[in-house]
């Protein structure tokens, strides 16, 4: 089952009627059908008649909103026979919804496992639901719950001593001496109060800033290890100042909310956590006097020879002997045509294989490892430009020399015969894409649909299909006449239009297409997304051309896109998967369009017809 078939299976809106609107929440919503985002058991209680019986808590989503459950002891049987797991759709047949200390909280009674909507990973962006001023209604019995009279935390914790905090204002001074409940990473949700972690910082990136129409700011992020996991803490604005300099990387600090926990946005970390971490005002802060008792960075390494093996875009971790290092480059990004410094580093291994690996920016120019070293790289992702070859990601670290076994078994062969062994490359793997003939093949409509391309991966896929509608609203949009600029310029009212970027007022702008079009072939149709030179394909004129017919005479607008429709085209199309408001669903953007050749399509139909040995 497809991510976007899932996607609509479940009943978004639900959580909010059930909670909202109880009293018809039965006729619009019979069976709600919801996401499981998280399952954690609770740590065992000890009552009057000895130890309770098993109890779980579930995160469900309806895609909009999400919200913390409980499992009945009745329904504990879908996770002993191992059918509810994370990312699997669920449909919840008997609920119990209550407000327990202002927090919305459901009691599932019982529940069917949806398996033939298969497990995904999170479906849109939902959100914490809000809750509602109500007084609680009820009552959960077992102090290891959230919603118990005297909450205790799920996971295993325990109380250190904590001296005087930095950071977190005027209210810091409250939290200066005593014992503190450590709580561990991987307890923290957006339900979790009062905790302060301990933890190691390894990795912190440099502050980034933005500059946009509404407005600007600046944030940095770390990550954050402890015996149970790792989780991402950015900081925004008055944050950034506030706490950049307190936290350097490789130290161990003790972190106490006020500091919001949120759902991860997963384009932004490579970590496996589900949460992430928004410091605040208040987030109060401190450096451990004991920097020992919180492990280092943790690696998952995977051998340079088994990098063939690894799908394209994957995350991994390498470490190697560092066979070359490349000067400093630069490249100029196609989209907001700034200058990024690069660096290619070569890495070998006793797989007998070597790679290439670029490192980016501040760690591209201030690198000073020199050749036979052991480096090690957490967080690389896996391209296959040259077979096989990797890029440090923004949230990845590098570590040169260090004090890890792998390091001290790589060091030991080089010096034993490493240095002198000839490496293999992934080379030979370049071209397997075009052997296999699955790099732009020609697809028809319902292939690409029901191919699912774009789902998981960007897919890249030839079309041959017939323009039947072109969108004439926002057909293009007013661009920066600077050489390699595409930016957006902003009408000044004065006659003059102020391009951000390049900050420059133009006379006049030049007009780009951006357009939508819809086309078909026998098989169905499909929304494609289309830039400047292909719509000067489809229109056979450039935007500023039909801008300026849109300003003098209107009135032949209907009749040139009308021109354009009916007309057959090849497309070389890209499908992936976009974020559209809170949703996500594939994008198709054209790459080029041509014109069909027609000499060209006989031959490939007179070949056709002899495969299957039909004659006159």
Known sequence: MSVAAAQQSITQGALDAIFSDPDHVEQRFPIPVLQCLQIKPLAPQQGLAGQQPERYRVVLSDVRNYVQCMLATQANHVIHGGSLVRGALVRVKSYQANA??????????????????????????????????????????????????????SAPVKSEPMSSRMGGGANSASH???????????????????????????????????HKASGEGKLFSVNLLDESGEIRATGFNEQCDQYYDLLQEGQVYYISNPCRVSLAKKQ???????????????????KAEDQSSVPQVRFNFVNIQELQTVEKDATVDVVGVLKEVGEVSQITSKNTGKFFDKRELTLVDDSQFSVR?????????????????????????VSDFGGRSLSLLNSGTMSVDPDIEEAHRLKGWYDSQGRTDN?????????????????????????????????????????????????????????????????KVIDQGDGTWRCEKCDIAHPRPQYRYIMSVNVNDHTGQLWLSCFDDVGRVIMGMTADELMEIKENDEDRLPAIFEAANCTKLHFRCRAKMDMYGENQRVRYQVMSANQLDFRAEAVKLSDMIKQFGISS
């Open 100 to 153: 327990v200390k202002g927090k919305n909280i459901l009691i599932i009674l019982d529940l069917d496992v949806a398996s033939e909507l298969g497990v995904h990973d999170r479906i849109g962006e939902p959100q914490a639901f809000e809750a509602k001023s109500q007084p609680a209604n009820a009552a959960i019995g077992g102090s290891n719950f959230y919603g118990a009279t005297k909450p205790e935390p």
């Open 176 to 210: 200066s001496n005593g014992n503190n409940v450590i709580y561990p990473i991987e307890a923290l949700s957006p339900y979790a109060h009062k905790w302060t972690i301990k933890a190691r910082v390894t990795q912190k990136s440099d502050i980034k800033t933005w």
């Open 268 to 286: 932004f970390t490579n970590l496996p956590n589900d949460y992430e971490l928004t410091f605040e005002r208040d987030t109060v802060i401190e």
């Open 357 to 381: 690996l670029t490192i980016w920016g501040k760690t591209a120019t201030s690198f000073s490892a020199q050749p036979e070293s052991i480096v090690a790289f957490r967080g690389v992702k």
């Open 423 to 487: 490496f293999a490359t992934h080379n030979n793997m370049a071209s397997m894409g075009s052997a296999t003939g699955r790099v732009d093949q020609t697809k028809l409509i319902s292939q690409v649909k029901d191919e699912d391309l774009g789902m998981e991966n960007v897919d890249y896929f030839n079309l041959k299909a017939t323009i039947v509608y072109i969108k004439q609203e926002n057909f293009a949009y007013p661009a920066c006449s600077s050489e390699n600029c595409n930016k």
